[in-house]
Structure formats: C-alpha cells, structure tokens
C-alpha cells in the first residue's frame, strides 16, 4: 500500500478496515451463485397522481428521457422543474464519472456542499466514499460513475418525497442505460429501497446480488451512515468485498 493511500486511510479513521487482504477479495460468493430478487418497478410510482391525463404525460416523459443521449440527458435534468425541489436547490447534481464505467455507485440525494458545488459526494460522506473506494482499488472517475436517486438538494437535507422521486428516476433509469455498468453499489437505505421497490432494511438486503433494469445490484450502508456508526464500517467492507468478487465473476 502506498504510503499515500496509508495516511488517507489513517485519516479518515479506516485503517486496518479498508485493506484488501490477500484472498479476500476473491472468496465471496459469485453473481450467479449468489440469490437474485426481480428488479421492481420504479419506487414512488404509485404515489403518482391516478388520473389518466397525468398519468399519460409521465409516461411520455419517462419515454422522451429513455431516448436521450448524455448532452440531451444532461440539458434536461439541469432544466428540470418537474418537482419543486429545483425552487430550493442552487442547482442541480447530474452525475459524475466514466460514462463506461463498469462500476455505478448510487446514493440519495446532494447535500449541502454537492449542492453547492455541482458533483456528487463532494463534503465529509465523499472524503470517505473516496477512501473505501481506495480501499478495493477504484478510483472516482475511473471506471466508476457515481449518481444519485435525486439530481437536487432537498432542503435541509430532508428524506426525499415518494412524488420527487418518481419524477427524478427515468433520468437515473437512462443514467443506467447509458452506462451500462456491469454492476452497480447501491449506498444507503433510501437508494436501496428506491431502487429495488422494496421496504425491506439494509440488513436484510446485504449480502445478495439483486437486480435493477437486469445489472446486478449490492446494497450496503451510506457513508454519511458509516460517519456516524463506526461499528458498521466492518459490514460495509464486506460489502465492498463482495461487490469486488461479484464483479470478478461476472466477466
Ligand atoms: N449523500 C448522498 O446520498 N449523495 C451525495 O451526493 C452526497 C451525500
């Protein structure tokens, strides 16, 4: 490990955690052996307004945005009013990485400092996101994406509304599309639940290989989370690992 790496880790409170020990990695348990749960419709959908009228035009934004490519994709989501959220927020955070990443990491929604600065994962929750990814080798940007389940601040970092939702998830949807990321690294109860239609807890998510839109999806703990629960850190680097032996199976 390079001393660099070394004294982030140290940093940020991790070492020995975040370490990747030899045969680790490569001991967990593969996509296909590993139980599948049947991506779900978009969560926050039933909560959409039932008349007909409304409920055509969702469905032809959904597919206006299902056929963007990423200049198109990007201009709508920086000009989307869709919700109110866009009242509040200083602007909006599409995404940020290797458009053919092979990794996608999602998490909930800009904070404070993403919010003021445009990119995902930029404050206190980024600097450790940073050094987990460190710690199974990745790099923000290189073979990475990184996004979020909404694309504007709500304010005060309240959770985000089931309505907010449904109106943010087919830019995500076609995020994914794009990309096309061999698996993606769902951060958080509030990304996991959205993504996989379900209510369930973290703890009872980690550990399988779920699907969105047929990529493989791991769930694991949101690092804002594991700022505050140290005890969890453990959990999340099993994750990580097994995210990394996922990936290693799937080729
Ligand atoms: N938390 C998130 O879920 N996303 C960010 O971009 C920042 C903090």
Request: charged share 25%.
């Amino acid at each position: 490990m390079s001393s660099r790496r070394e004294l982030l880790l140290e940093e940020m409170g991790l070492t020995p955690l975040w370490r990747l020990r030899k045969g680790q990695a490569d001991s967990g348990v593969s996509a296909a052996e590993a139980q599948e749960v049947p991506a779900a419709a978009r969560r926050g959908t039933a909560a959409a307004p039932a008349s007909p009228p409304i409920a055509i035009d969702a469905d032809e934004r959904s597919a206006n945005i299902a056929r963007m490519e990423w200049p198109e994709l990007r201009a709508s989501v920086a000009a989307c009013t869709a919700c109110g959220l866009r009242k509040t927020c200083t602007q909006t955070v599409f995404g940020v990485g290797d458009e053919q990443a092979d990794w996608l990491l999602v998490g909930e929604a800009p904070g404070a400092e993403e919010d003021a600065r445009g990119q995902p994962f930029v404050g206190q929750a980024g600097k450790l996101l940073d050094a987990m990814l460190e710690g199974i080798e990745l790099k923000r940007g290189e073979d990475v994406y990184i996004a979020n389940v909404l694309k504007c601040r709500p304010p005060g970092n309240r959770n985000p509304e089931a309505p907010e939702v449904a109106q943010c998830a087919p830019f995500l949807r076609r995020q994914v599309e794009l990309i096309q990321p061999r698996l993606i690294l769902a951060m958080g109860r509030f990304a996991c639940q959205t993504l996989l239609d379900t209510d369930s807890s973290i703890a009872t998510l980690r550990g399988r290989v779920h699907r969105y839109q047929g990529v493989p999806l791991i769930v694991t703990y949101h690092p804002a989370y594991l700022l505050r629960t140290l005890q969890d850190k453990a959990k999340a680097w099993e994750d990580l690992c097994f995210a990394r032996s996922t990936m290693k199976g799937s080729h």
